[in-house]
């Protein structure tokens, strides 16, 4: 980046006031951090990419076609290990809500800067553990560690569970971070009801990642224990119960989603209001529903165990529970919605994500009512009808929204626009290249294609290959974004303080904003996303 064009009056910027590799690594900024969250996220993208490429490759013939069986379940595995626990997880709250959350409150830092910066080190402490182990020798239990296989698996399972472990430190340490700073770091005139609703998500989502995390460090640490020292908590030959694990594991891994989804939803808010130019519709429910989904999303563990054999009330009830969560979402899907209606559409790129992320939302959640109907979910478990639903919903929400986050907070970060019309052929393909990747595998599922199964019967081959085919157009997708990205770092044509004539808080600090985000304390005088004021915010 040159520094006399970055920034306006070329003042400093916290990308070049320091910049030596030492100033970097021993940073406190939050914005460097968000910065260095960024790069190992999207590192973990990449690689979890190349698994499905595999994947998918492999799945293009019936029989085998690239690798043997063995390799192809440590294949799946690793690529469901990579995206979840260190992309999906970690990818908005860790990288965007470091960037933006204390912008968006006026605060100069986060509350705890110092755990701020371990938290990075934490994450890639534990993701180096975890690809060691995928080096080392792969894991073949799938993402889930279920027991009891994954106490006797041969498979380097040890290390992965531990990577994953030491990385709910870092899960825990941000969510307490970002608890605290909005509690205590609200510049003046940020009363409750004027914060953004990326921080209530934020917020939301921080509660769920400091209450469930434990639970997952417990079991994974237990599965471990029982691996190295054989307690027998989980060996029925031993008194154990190979159950508790599911019920421990999706306590935590449940709720997950939410702390996945609420985030992605977060996002959706803020680039819904910036590109309809109105103020969004329904604050108030939004923020509400953001909560109600946290609370019901601990009471909906057991839709993954309708077949494990608990008792057919609790399933009913589990299914019910369920079922609440896609009314809080239908309520937020409203809001949006009406948000755009009657408002100044400025279809830019992130707004084609957005587009992309209601459409991608609703279809996996109305198959998400149906999967928690436990009649039929007997029928497509463990099939790909489920692999299509949770990427639908997973992908679908993380995916778009951390795409439609780099878009729009890009020239914020970086003072740099990309090109806008190579970023919209690049959404287009990946909005596309997903639909064309997931929607066969539904009809895959309810064919009766187990997931996680390396052949299938030649008259399933048409399918697979079209999804072969849609996934080989969101890799294109992908590179295309990679390419003009970097690019633009370089060469793209440098930003105004606010290019989207946004009115979020985050765009009162210049773009990039300096080292201590602003010039001088900011007051917030008007309601979030008021676009009823005439101008956009005056820079402090
Ligand atoms: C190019 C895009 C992608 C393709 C082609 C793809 C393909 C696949 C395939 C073939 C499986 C194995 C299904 C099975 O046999 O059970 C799978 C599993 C999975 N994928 Fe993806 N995937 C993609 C992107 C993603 C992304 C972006 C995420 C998360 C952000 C994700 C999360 C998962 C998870 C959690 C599993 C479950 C792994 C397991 O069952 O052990 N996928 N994917
Ligand atoms: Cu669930």
Request: glycine letters at 10%; aromatic letters at 16%; charged letters at 10%.
């Amino acid at each position: 980046m040159n520094p006399s064009t970055a920034g306006s009056l070329a003042e400093p910027t916290y990308l070049n006031h320091e910049t030596t590799v030492r100033s970097w690594l021993l940073t406190r900024d939050h914005k460097r951090i968000g910065v260095m969250f960024l790069v190992l996220v999207i590192s973990a993208l990449l690689l979890g990419g190349v698994f499905a490429m595999l994947l998918r490759i492999e799945l293009l013939t019936p029989g085998p076609t690239i690798m043997g069986p063995m390799t192809y379940n440590r294949v799946f595995t690793l690529h469901g290990v990579t995206m979840v626990w260190l992309f999906m997880i970690p990818a908005i709250p860790s990288a965007f809500g470091n960037f933006v959350l204390p912008l968006m409150l006026g605060a100069k830092e986060v509350a705890f800067p110092r755990l701020n910066l371990a938290s990075v080190y934490i994450y890639a402490a534990g993701a180096a553990l975890t690809v060691f182990g995928m080096v080392w020798s792969g894991a073949d239990t799938g993402w889930t560690f279920y027991t009891p296989y994954s106490t006797t698996s041969p498979t380097a399972v040890t290390p992965i569970l531990l990577g994953v472990f030491i990385i709910g430190f870092s899960t825990i340490i941000t969510g307490l971070n970002f608890i605290t700073t909005t509690h205590t770091l609200r510049a003046p005139g940020m009363h409750w009801s004027r914060i953004p609703l990326f921080v209530w998500a934020i917020y939301g989502t921080s509660v769920i990642q400091v209450v469930a995390t434990p639970v997952l460090a417990m079991v994974l640490v237990l599965v471990a224990l029982e691996r190295v020292a054989g307690v027998g908590i989980f060996d029925p030959t031993r008194g154990g119960d190979p159950v508790l694990f599911q019920h421990m594991f999706w306590f935590y891994s449940h709720p997950a989603v939410y702390i996945m989804v609420l985030p992605a939803m977060g996002v959706i808010t803020e680039v819904v209001c910036a590109f309809s130019r109105k103020n969004i519709f329904g604050y108030r429910m939004i923020a509400a529903s953001t909560f109600g989904i946290a609370f019901v999303g601990f009471f909906s563990w057991g839709h993954h165990m309708f077949v494990s054999g608990q008792s057919t009330f609790g399933s009913g009830i589990f299914g019910v529970l369920s079922m609440l969560v896609a009314i809080f979402t239908a309520i937020k899907i409203f809001n949006w919605v009406a948000t755009m209606y009657g408002g100044a559409i400025d279809l830019k790129v992130p707004l084609l994500y957005v587009l992309g992320f209601i459409f991608l939302l609703t279809f996996g959640g109305m198959t998400g009512v149906a999967v928690a109907t436990t009649s039929l979910d007997v029928h497509w478990h463990d099939t790909y009808f489920i692999v299509a639903h949770f990427h639908y919903i997973m992908v679908g929400s993380v995916l778009m929204a951390f795409l439609a986050a780099l878009h729009y907070w890009w020239p914020k970060m970086f003072g740099r626009l990309f090109p806008e019309r190579w970023a919209s052929v690049a959404a287009c393909t990946i909005i596309f290249g997903f639909i064309v990747t997931f929607l066969p595998q539904f009809l895959l599922g309810n064919m009766g294609m187990p997931r996680r199964y390396y052949q299938y019967p030649s008259e399933m081959q048409w399918l697979n290959v079209l999804s072969t085919a849609g996934a080989s157009l969101l890799a294109f997708g992908f590179g295309l974004i990679g390419l003009y990205l970097v690019w633009s770092l370089r060469y793209g044509k440098v930003s105004p303080a606010n290019p989207w004539g946004s009115r979020g808080y985050e765009w009162f600090s210049a773009s990039p904003p300096g080292p201590h985000n602003f010039r001088e304390p900011p007051r917030f005088e008007r309601e979030v996303h008021d676009y009823t004021v005439s101008e956009a915010p005056h820079v402090f």
